[in-house]
């Protein structure tokens, strides 16, 4: 099992910039791939980024070029900085991770933070 809890969410400006944080705990050395996801009022979650135990990334397009997402093993932490935040940069933004276990696979998520933007 592994156990994801996010952090850095809040109240930002349309332009500002956001840093989340996600800590890893439990069988932190069966996760391969980590990533963000987020959800809007009334949408469906969506992929922001994702990277993989080598560190490679993927971006969604709305984030290429605005994003980074990084990833601390040693630490078990998982970061997302993004820039030129929009108004719909806002939503409850999610850790994942995807573990194989002898063989299986499961998906894990944080419970999530909020991120808000007003002017």
């Known amino acids: 099992q592994v156990l994801l809890v996010e952090s850095g969410g809040g109240l930002m400006q349309p332009g500002g910039s956001l840093r989340l944080s996600c800590l890893a705990s439990?069988?932190?050395?069966?996760?391969?791939?980590m990533g963000w996801y987020r959800q809007a009022p009334g949408k469906e979650r969506e992929l922001v980024a994702q990277?993989?135990?080598?560190?490679?990334?993927t971006y969604a397009e709305f984030a290429k070029g605005r994003s980074t997402i990084s990833r601390d093993i040693a630490e078990d932490m998982l970061y997302l900085q993004m820039d030129s935040l929009k108004p719909e940069d806002a939503g409850i933004y999610y850790c994942?991770?995807?573990?194989?276990?002898?063989?299986?696979?499961?998906?894990?998520w944080g419970q999530g933070t909020q991120v808000t933007l007003s002017s």
């Open positions: 439990g069988l932190t050395f069966s996760i391969k791939t």
């Open positions: 994942g991770a995807h573990t194989i276990v002898a063989g299986k696979e499961n998906d894990y």
């Open positions: 990277i993989t135990s080598t560190g490679t990334p």
